[in-house]
């Protein structure tokens, strides 16, 4: 539902009533990607008699459907996002919550698309424009902020990743600075933290096996549950002390339980 409909404007986020700790460790060993709350005392709220359960609520806060998740159809995801505002799946896109008109225009519709490099290169020419209006230049500047802004917060999601030894997803964030900034001092500094990670002994052990388990995983999928415990137990062992072997001896213990 996620992938299919993401862009769409659903937005999935999973809560549980248990612990943190149990909690981080499951969405660790499975990779689960969406937002996940723990110790959460909502379900009394939502009337959650059983678990799992899901509830789907429409773009004005109201519940449009409620039940077990193996239930919901697609159609009633598809009812509760009529008027639901459309939203880019690309980590790099910068919604504007304003409409943004005239000569800011398009570099506004370039952030939303999520190539903010291309918008701040216009950006930077209206802004030293001597034929730009004063709105247009604070306008552009304030839009250039939001760019700053953004980069900042991916860069700092991809160091948060490089020191929770998910490199591989940091260098994703980071390689997709270099490359939608390249020539740009944002991208310049990008391509040198990327080099440098890649330079690091230990940090490359961890892309190495991450790939590892990727393939592990992706050939599991095929296989009988046999042969796919069997690939997960080559990378526990080939990798172990990763944060990849970690994740698949994780796997495997939840595979026993």
Known sequence: MHDEFGSQGLVVVAVSDEDSKLVSDYLDSMGIQIPVGSGSTAGSAYGV?????????????????????????????????????????????????????????????????????????????????????????????????????HVQLLNGQAESFVKARDVLKGLTVIDALAKEFAGAPIGDAAKTRAEAIRKDENLAKEIVAAEAFARAQEQASKLGSGKAKAKLQEVADKYKGTRAGDRATAMLRTKKN
């Open 49 to 149: 008699k059983g678990i799992p359960h899901s509830v789907l609520i429409d773009p004005q806060g109201k519940v449009a459907w409620s039940g077990s998740p193996y239930s919901i159809s697609k159609g009633a995801v598809k009812e509760a996002l009529k008027g639901a505002k459309k939203r880019s799946t690309n980590f790099m896109a910068i919604p504007l919550e304003t409409e943004v008109t005239g000569r800011l225009a398009a570099p506004a519709k370039s952030m939303a698309a999520g190539n903010p490099g291309k918008a701040l290169s216009s950006l930077r020419a209206i802004e030293a424009d001597a034929k730009s209006t004063a709105e247009e230049k604070t306008e552009a500047q304030t839009l250039i902020a939001s760019i700053d802004e």
